[in-house]
């Protein structure tokens, strides 16, 4: 569900930022049809894929453990 969630935020950003799924692909050395596939969920992405994702919108993503 943390996976989930982070793509909601993270596309909500995309979308308050202006940004075109092509732009933000370009950014981050990725070809539209991927990202789109993953913020459809229809690809599940890793965690190094949300970083680059993030890191593209001047973001950076916090990982931490629960016990």
Do not use: W
Request: glycine share 6%; aromatic share 2%.
């Amino acid at each position: 569900m943390e996976v989930i969630d982070t793509l909601a935020t993270l596309h909500a950003e995309r979308l308050k930022q202006g940004l075109s799924q092509r732009e933000l692909a370009d950014r981050i050395g990725m070809k539209q049809p991927q990202l789109a596939k993953i913020e459809r969920l229809d690809s599940v992405p890793s965690f190094a894929t949300l970083n680059r994702y993030a890191a593209g919108l001047g973001l950076k993503l916090k990982l931490s453990v629960i016990a």
